[in-house]
């Protein structure tokens, strides 16, 4: 089993939708959670991070953690074609080694 | 600021030969990383540097080498190009350490023949 599973889609939704993606881990020590966001032909930018169960709004983004299940999601609300791309969570590890990120799911918005 | 910057942005190769993808960071972060990304496969870890004068191997290291040049600057070597590393790769940074935030640059697209 992958230490993180995300769905690779593709996702289309129509614009205005609410869209959740969402990661699963297996290991209960992970801590620290992000979500990133890439562009086609770019490179994967920071658009969330969260440390504890619950949920975290920025604007029409919301992640939310789930440590029992360990699952993660993220929502956005009120979607735009401007939203197309692909999303990949990623995760702190236990101990000093680098993040563990997601395989990435990709999102078409629409018009 | 600049952030994380790659060169070069693309590059052909022939199967065999070597080349030296360069990246720098002017963050002043501690931490860099070297992945690969292919469809379907997500991102890579090829190698990364905790900090000046330190690197380790990460999930796919074989047919690579890199150098931590100074704090700025993270080399990747192909020594001799093979098929299988087409690929698009993406340098990144971390202030802190390695279980940081990381912070990516624009990616470089290669292709081996």
């Known amino acids: 089993q992958k230490e993180v599973e995300q769905d690779p889609g593709p996702l289309s939704v129509p614009e205005g939708a609410i869209v959740s993606l969402n990661c699963t881990y297996s290991n209960s020590a992970f801590q620290y959670f992000m979500w990133y966001r890439q562009y086609s032909r770019k490179g994967p930018e920071l658009l969330m991070y969260?440390?504890?169960?619950g949920n975290k709004e920025d604007g029409r983004f919301t992640a939310q953690v789930d440590k029992s299940s360990k699952y993660i999601s993220l929502f956005i609300r009120d979607s735009q074609p401007s939203d197309s791309a692909t999303y990949l969570c990623a995760m702190r590890p236990p101990g000093n080694t680098p993040l563990v990120f997601g395989k990435g799911t990709r999102l078409s918005v629409i018009a | 600021n600049a952030g994380v910057t790659q060169t070069p942005k693309f590059q052909v190769l022939k199967t065999g030969q070597s080349m030296t993808l360069q990246c720098a960071q002017d963050?002043?972060?501690?931490?860099m990383y070297w992945y690969r990304q292919d469809p379907g496969m997500g991102l890579r870890l090829i190698y990364y540097?905790?900090?000046?004068?330190?690197?380790d191997k990460g999930e796919v290291p074989n047919g690579y080498n890199v150098s931590r040049l100074n704090k700025r600057e993270f080399s990747l070597r192909l020594e001799s190009a093979a098929p299988s590393q087409t690929s698009v790769y993406f340098c990144?940074?971390?202030?802190?350490?390695?279980?940081?935030?990381?912070?990516f640059g624009p990616g470089t697209r290669l292709l081996v023949l």
């Open positions: 540097s905790a900090s000046e004068g330190t690197t």
């Open positions: 969260t440390y504890s169960s």
């Open positions: 963050m002043n972060h501690n931490s």
């Open positions: 990144a940074s971390s202030e802190a350490g390695v279980q940081e935030t990381q912070y």
